[in-house]
């Protein structure tokens, strides 16, 4: 199941980000988890706001690492899709 | 605690805890005939207070624990619980209150969230009224526990369903897994009962069946493929049953430690069944020289103390060895191969064992606290 560009990927309540002074790291933490992010997960979490949908996290993206769209898209649809089978982030879609 | 404090090896690799148990008190509403809790439990006098409890969760934040368990017993019986989540966001740990949902209110619950409460993981003893509060102990429970869940979800806490199966009640997973779908639980736990302390006392009355351990297995994995994105369910299986021992802990002294109510240090909460440990306790040393230094936490650390048939096996890195708690209690020796195994010697015996208590029946022991 793909997430449509119009869908708009939030984390779920309880879920939340922080940087591990300890380990020099951030990490995702979630009911029962704490899952590391490397610099490709903290800079899609940086987008997903709640308000961006995934068609404006992957604009923003794009310009900001100056990748073509289709190269990241399949990334940031796997590590957002991750997120989601594992109950820590959700999708509104309005348009359906 | 003068013990002879070995210095760690090469060999020996562990990074800082990422996750750690706080059993806040004995004190428990429940009297669950399988409680985690130590046969010899601690009573409301022995408990650490407030003060040093803040102080411990600040110094496991500064070792770099990411995850603090409150536990108990029933953690809603510190009637501080409200402090002690407030020092949890201040120290930036992420909390768990892992509850029977006893000595909860709308209104505690509440208060508890705007202190920062993360996470709500609430026990289920059955999925009716008459089995849950038959295994509990505790009349009214079951009620109580469905209103916490509403409360939780309402808050918009994510909210965990633990259930403990065994014999009486693993055939009605099914309704388990309905509930907590409806309930709008994230999380299952389908924990099968561990046979250590108060649960050894009850293997007639709780050791599942072969067969229905199996079923059970089968079930989580259709409804994991079938909630996918609506349900995450972890899974504790019959490890009587196996042939192979569990993780346990993902390695001693690896990842998580745990604090009980007197405030002593323990790489698990079975430590203290292996006679020979020696535990540090919080109000003497700083946590992090225990980690680093305790020759409780560094005895079967890495796999340097493995014997053979562990030595040379290629499962060492995915089970390392199995339950060190077990192998004590069943082999007589901790540093043996969990009799689990198909590898050790004893397993023909334990599963025998395992068969034999799955098909007899007893009276359930609960626990009880000293009088």
């Known amino acids: ?96 | 605690m003068d013990a002879p404090q070995p210095q760690p090896t090469a060999e020996i690799t562990y990074g800082p805890p990422i996750a750690m148990l706080a059993e806040l008190t004995h004190r428990c509403p429940l009297s669950c005939p399988y409680c985690s809790n130590p046969l010899e439990l601690t009573g409301r006098e022995g408990e650490l207070s407030t003060e040093i409890w803040i102080d411990v969760f600040r110094q496991a934040a500064e070792l770099g624990v990411l995850q603090l368990h409150l536990s108990g017993g029933e953690p809603a019986s510190r009637r501080d619980l409200e402090d002690l989540i407030t020092a949890c966001r201040a120290h930036d740990l992420y909390s768990n209150l892992i509850t029977s949902g006893i000595g909860l209110t709308e209104k505690r619950l509440t208060g508890l969230k705007e202190r920062g409460l993360d996470h709500v993981q609430l026990s289920l003893q059955g999925v009716d009224a008459a089995m849950a509060d038959m295994i509990g102990g505790y009349k009214g429970g079951y009620n109580r526990k469905m209103d916490v869940a509403k409360w939780t979800t309402a808050l918009d806490l994510p909210l965990t369903l633990n259930a403990v199966v065994h014999e009486k009640n693993i055939d009605r997973l099914p309704e388990t897994i309905d509930m907590a779908v409806s309930m709008g639980a994230r999380r299952l736990e389908v924990a099968t009962v561990q046979f250590h302390g108060w649960a050894d006392k009850n293997r007639a009355a709780l050791m599942p069946t072969r067969e229905q351990a199996k079923l059970c297995g089968q079930r989580v994995a259709e409804a994991r493929e079938r909630l996918k994105g609506v349900l995450v369910i972890d899974y504790v299986p019959a490890d009587h049953h196996a042939d192979y021992p569990k993780p346990c802990m993902g390695g001693w002294g690896s990842t998580g430690l745990n604090i009980v109510p007197d405030g002593r240090v323990m790489p698990c909460h079975a430590a203290h069944t292996i006679p020979h440990l020696v535990f540090e306790n919080v109000r003497d040393t700083p946590l992090a020289d225990i980690w680093n230094h305790s020759s409780a936490f560094n005895a079967y650390r890495g796999f340097d103390w493995m014997p053979e048939p562990c030595k040379s096996c290629d499962r060492k890195t995915r089970d390392f060895g199995g339950c060190r708690c077990q192998a004590m209690a069943i082999a007589g020796d901790a540093a043996a191969t969990d009799p689990v195994c198909i590898k050790s010697p004893l397993h023909a015996q334990l599963q025998a064992q395992a068969e034999a208590d799955a098909h007899a029946d007893g009276p359930l022991t609960y626990r009880k606290m000293p009088a």
């Open chain 1, 1 to 96: 199941m793909s997430i449509p560009e119009t869908a708009t990927p939030h984390l779920l309540s309880g879920v939340r980000t922080k940087y591990d002074k300890v380990r020099g790291n951030w990490v995702l933490l979630a009911p029962e988890r704490a899952v590391k992010l490397d610099q490709i997960g903290v800079a899609i979490l940086e987008e997903t706001t709640g308000s961006c949908t995934f068609g404006n996290i992957l604009d923003a993206l794009s310009t900001k690492y100056n990748a073509p769209r289709e190269q990241i898209s399949g990334d940031v649809q796997k590590f957002l899709t991750s997120l989601i089978d594992r109950r820590m982030m959700e999708v509104r879609d309005v348009s359906v």
